[in-house]
């Protein structure tokens, strides 16, 4: 008797947990409640590899906790998440890459599990939907000036690599399936990220740029892989049992390319046409997804025309082919990553962000964007950098009318550093983008330093001095101070007459064209015998002043935060670079 109502109270549980799963919401309303999306980018994702030999097995597990912060972002937090959430995003994809925290079995470490859970929590916790992937473990290969590999991604659109690594792969996402499969329907899991072919050509197998050696087989053999690492994707999460029987399940096309063709280059589209939808034991669970970066530097005409092609090319290729809803989980434009559309074509790149986003409602595509709107020092700060376009992307979904909250820095004086270091080769304090964003280019850093070089005893030691450079260590840069501009090296003893142990607080300005540059690579210095203590920016505030009508319609009007004002009232704004007044 007790056996037999053990077994009934089992076979309870069992019929639950089924109910439970299948009342999860289907894949195609999954995609219409996402609404908008953004993605968490440089952040769990972010690797640094010191060993990039698979053959190697310090090639699995290089990096601790650290590796989140390795790219530039602060460790993300529950705050951050709640400030989007007041922003208008609906939904967060959180790219996350394992094998830097692997050992060579493909356990994975269970600090980095547990961190990664705690990421998912905070989004979750927040009623967003959340994209949870396997991110840069596909990508690139990259190598030095001499050939030398510096970057592998273990997981390729290759039949070889499919056989060796088909046990690690679905061994992984056992154990995320495993971590997560009691979690509701507003976390869906994601397969894979940009997978590439061995060669690592983007856009479509064996591509190069005069389209010449394209080959047909292995081509078809790159993308049968693609399919291949699906099914086992939704085989292995299916197999965890709990939730995932029914989880919203989504897998990517080729380099998650969303088509196109190139006059008679039609290649591009094969991505699209020879994806297999796995065979799933739910039905109208799985989601496909595609990336969009198409440049805007032909205007906003051509932009839009672009953009048309797209989805409606996505409509015919994959919706209404393979009948399965898609999300865009990864747009921008060709130079979102760094930041010159922004910069140079800012009412250009708005304006394509609107279209983009209510095109994508039209279609019933969820769209997330990639990733910038709050960046670097911004997300510590709980603060906005591109706040008008973070207004204009969740307002392009939710509707004119939107009231969300797009809190900014202040663009006022501003201690940046603050401390003792000492400058010398290889050394230098860097000041990201981010800081300059917003800023009027007047605006100027006040450096306050010790010449110190008399501990030097080599004579040819005993000199101090600064150069500035951009953050990419591309250009050495000038700069204006005491009245003189400086094409090489800041002296301080050539410029005050000063020695060793005397202390000074220098005013450097840029031209307008290196400081809109630093809105987009950042600044650096480096010198030799120089201690820093304290960096200030200052915004200027002896520019020119003009005055408008209160009421006035001037789409390039800015409040002093940097948020960009469509009908501003009485106040003060930036315009075009000038403070203004409006009365």
Same mark, same amino acid.
């Given at each position: 008797?007790?056996?037999?109502?053990?077994?009934?109270?089992?076979? &309870? @549980?069992?019929?639950?947990?089924?109910?439970?799963?299948?009342?999860?919401?289907?894949?195609?309303?999954? %995609?219409?409640?996402?609404?908008?999306?953004?993605?968490?980018?440089?952040?769990?994702?972010?690797?640094?590899?010191?060993?990039?030999?698979? +053959?190697?097995?310090?090639?699995?597990?290089?990096?601790?906790?650290?590796?989140?912060?390795?790219?530039?972002?602060?460790?993300?937090?529950?705050?951050?998440?709640?400030?989007?959430?007041?922003?208008?995003?609906?939904?967060?994809?959180?790219? %996350?890459?394992?094998?830097?925290?692997?050992?060579?079995?493909?356990?994975?470490?269970?600090?980095?599990?547990?961190?990664?859970?705690?990421?998912?929590?905070?989004?979750?916790?927040?009623?967003?939907?959340?994209?949870?992937?396997?991110? /840069?473990?596909?990508?690139? =290969?990259?190598?030095?000036?001499?050939?030398?590999?510096?970057?592998?991604?273990?997981?390729?659109?290759?039949? =070889?690599?499919?056989?060796?690594?088909?046990?690690?792969?679905?061994?992984?996402?056992?154990?995320?399936?495993?971590?997560?499969?009691?979690?509701?329907?507003?976390?869906?899991?994601?397969?894979?990220?940009?997978?590439?072919?061995?060669?690592?050509?983007?856009?479509?197998?064996?591509?190069?740029?005069?389209?010449?050696?394209?080959?047909?087989?292995?081509?078809?053999?790159? @993308?049968?892989?693609?399919?291949?690492?699906?099914?086992?994707?939704?085989?292995?999460?299916?197999? +965890?049992?709990?939730?995932?029987?029914?989880?919203?399940?989504?897998?990517?096309?080729?380099?998650?390319?969303?088509? $196109?063709?190139?006059?008679?280059?039609? /290649?591009?589209?094969?991505? &699209?046409?020879?994806?297999?939808?796995?065979?799933?034991?739910?039905?109208?669970? @799985?989601?496909?997804?595609?990336?969009?970066?198409?440049?805007?530097?032909?205007?906003?005409?051509?932009?839009?025309?672009? &953009?048309?092609?797209?989805?409606?090319?996505?409509?015919?290729?994959?919706?209404?082919? &393979?009948?399965?809803?898609?999300?865009?989980?990864?747009?921008?434009?060709?130079?979102?990553?760094?930041?010159?559309?922004?910069?140079?074509?800012?009412?250009?790149?708005?304006?394509?962000?609107?279209?983009?986003?209510?095109?994508?409602?039209?279609?019933?595509?969820?769209?997330?964007?990639?990733?910038?709107?709050?960046?670097?020092?911004?997300?510590?700060?709980?603060?906005?950098?591109?706040?008008?376009?973070?207004?204009?992307?969740?307002?392009?979904? /939710?509707?004119?009318?939107?009231?969300?909250?797009?809190?900014?820095?202040?663009?006022?004086?501003?201690?940046?550093?603050?401390?003792?270091?000492?400058?010398?080769?290889?050394?230098?304090?860097?000041? +990201?983008?981010?800081?300059?964003?917003?800023?009027?280019?007047?605006?100027?850093?006040?450096?306050?330093?010790?010449?110190?070089?008399?501990?030097?005893?080599?004579? =040819?030691?005993?000199?101090?001095?600064?150069?500035?450079?951009?953050?990419?260590?591309?250009?050495?840069?000038?700069?204006?101070?005491?009245?003189?501009?400086?094409?090489?090296?800041?002296?301080?003893?050539?410029?005050?007459?000063? $020695?060793?142990?005397?202390?000074?607080?220098?005013?450097?300005?840029?031209? *307008?064209?290196?400081?809109?540059?630093?809105?987009?690579?950042?600044?650096?210095?480096?010198? /030799?015998?120089?201690?820093?203590?304290?960096?200030?920016?200052?915004?200027?505030?002896?520019?020119?002043?003009?005055?408008?009508?209160? $009421?006035?319609?001037?789409? *390039?009007?800015?409040?002093?935060?940097?948020?960009?004002?469509?009908?501003?009232?009485?106040?003060?704004?930036?315009?075009?670079?000038?403070?203004?007044?409006?009365?």
């Amino acid at each position: 008797m007790k056996k037999r109502l053990t077994i009934i109270f089992a076979l &309870l @549980l069992t019929i639950g947990s089924t109910a439970k799963a299948e009342n999860f919401e289907s894949a195609t309303d999954a %995609v219409k409640n996402m609404g908008v999306g953004w993605n968490l980018g440089n952040t769990l994702d972010a690797n640094n590899q010191t060993v990039s030999d698979i +053959t190697n097995d310090a090639y699995w597990g290089q990096q601790g906790l650290e590796s989140e912060t390795c790219w530039g972002q602060p460790f993300a937090t529950q705050e951050f998440i709640q400030m989007m959430k007041k922003a208008g995003f609906t939904a967060i994809r959180v790219p %996350v890459t394992w094998y830097n925290h692997m050992d060579k079995d493909g356990n994975v470490s269970e600090e980095w599990m547990k961190r990664v859970k705690e990421v998912v929590d905070y989004v979750i916790s927040e009623g967003l939907y959340c994209i949870l992937n396997v991110h /840069h473990d596909t990508g690139a =290969d990259s190598k030095d000036a001499s050939g030398k590999l510096t970057g592998y991604h273990w997981i390729k659109a290759d039949a =070889d690599n499919y056989t060796t690594n088909k046990e690690k792969y679905v061994g992984l996402w056992k154990q995320i399936a495993e971590t997560f499969k009691d979690y509701g329907q507003t976390l869906l899991f994601e397969g894979y990220n940009e997978m590439l072919d061995a060669n690592s050509c983007w856009n479509y197998p064996t591509w190069y740029a005069d389209g010449k050696n394209y080959d047909a087989a292995y081509a078809k053999k790159s @993308l049968e892989t693609i399919n291949s690492y699906a099914q086992s994707f939704v085989s292995a999460v299916r197999g +965890t049992g709990g939730n995932n029987t029914t989880r919203n399940l989504i897998v990517n096309t080729y380099a998650a390319t969303s088509g $196109g063709a190139w006059g008679n280059n039609t /290649h591009p589209q094969e991505p &699209l046409e020879q994806l297999v939808l796995p065979t799933d034991v739910a039905k109208n669970h @799985l989601i496909v997804e595609v990336h969009s970066y198409p440049s805007i530097t032909s205007g906003i005409s051509s932009a839009k025309s672009g &953009l048309d092609w797209t989805f409606n090319n996505l409509k015919e290729k994959l919706i209404d082919r &393979l009948n399965v809803p898609v999300i865009i989980g990864e747009w921008g434009t060709s130079n979102v990553d760094n930041g010159s559309d922004y910069i140079d074509r800012r009412e250009t790149m708005i304006a394509f962000c609107e279209y983009f986003v209510k095109l994508g409602k039209k279609y019933n595509i969820a769209t997330f964007y990639w990733m910038g709107l709050s960046d670097g020092k911004a997300r510590s700060q709980l603060v906005f950098n591109q706040p008008d376009l973070a207004e204009t992307i969740t307002k392009a979904y /939710h509707g004119a009318n939107y009231e969300g909250e797009y809190p900014t820095a202040e663009t006022g004086d501003g201690v940046v550093f603050e401390g003792e270091q000492m400058l010398e080769w290889g050394t230098a304090i860097n000041l +990201t983008a981010d800081l300059f964003t917003n800023l009027d280019n007047t605006a100027t850093v006040d450096i306050t330093y010790v010449q110190q070089y008399d501990q030097y005893e080599k004579e =040819d030691d005993q000199y101090g001095m600064m150069q500035f450079w951009y953050n990419d260590w591309s250009t050495k840069i000038d700069v204006m101070a005491e009245g003189n501009t400086y094409h090489a090296d800041f002296v301080p003893a050539d410029v005050y007459g000063t $020695g060793s142990g005397t202390e000074h607080t220098t005013t450097f300005s840029f031209d *307008a064209s290196t400081f809109n540059n630093m809105k987009k690579k950042g600044l650096l210095f480096q010198g /030799h015998g120089i201690v820093v203590k304290k960096v200030v920016l200052k915004t200027n505030t002896g520019i020119s002043s003009a005055v408008f009508k209160a $009421g006035c319609q001037d789409a *390039a009007i800015y409040n002093l935060s940097g948020q960009r004002i469509v009908s501003p009232q009485k106040g003060i704004y930036i315009q075009n670079g000038k403070k203004i007044i409006i009365k």
